[in-house]
């Protein structure tokens, strides 16, 4: 499996952002997706997850409100929606694939990660 972030960049405060990651090697609806960021100086935190249709997602506390997850099985991408980005969402974000097991909100419960793309939310 390898997937491919994007969507990432410079953007003011109270802005948007838009993130995808592309799934290819394996079948995107097999796989539960999730988001993790990851600030200077910080360990890698829980965003996002959803589920193999698209039908459950949940967020961090941090978040909610804010975010949306969704996801194109036709297209096998992720999306990461983020309104009224705030500089405490600037980290780099990672998406990541998980065929199985019930550990949803930690890094450790994925089996494939993408390379990251950063979010720079200025003042």
């Known amino acids: 499996v390898q997937l491919q972030a994007s969507g990432g960049g410079l953007v003011q405060a109270g802005g948007s952002l838009r993130l995808s990651c592309a799934h290819s090697?394996?079948?995107?609806?097999?796989?539960?997706m999730g988001w993790f960021r990851q600030a200077p100086g910080k360990e890698r935190e829980f965003v996002a997850w959803?589920?193999?249709?698209?039908?459950?997602?949940d967020y961090a506390d941090s978040v909610k409100g804010q975010f949306t997850i969704s996801r194109d099985n036709a297209k096998n991408t992720v999306y990461l929606q983020m309104n009224s980005l705030k500089p405490e969402d600037t980290a780099v974000y990672y998406c990541?694939?998980?065929?199985?097991?019930?550990?949803?909100?930690?890094?450790?419960?994925?089996?494939?990660w993408g390379q990251g793309t950063l979010v720079t939310v200025s003042s």
């Open positions: 959803i589920s193999r249709s698209g039908g459950t997602t």
């Open positions: 090697g394996r079948t995107f609806s097999d796989y539960v």
């Open positions: 990541a694939a998980k065929y199985s097991g019930y550990v949803i909100k930690t890094a450790l419960g994925y089996d494939y």
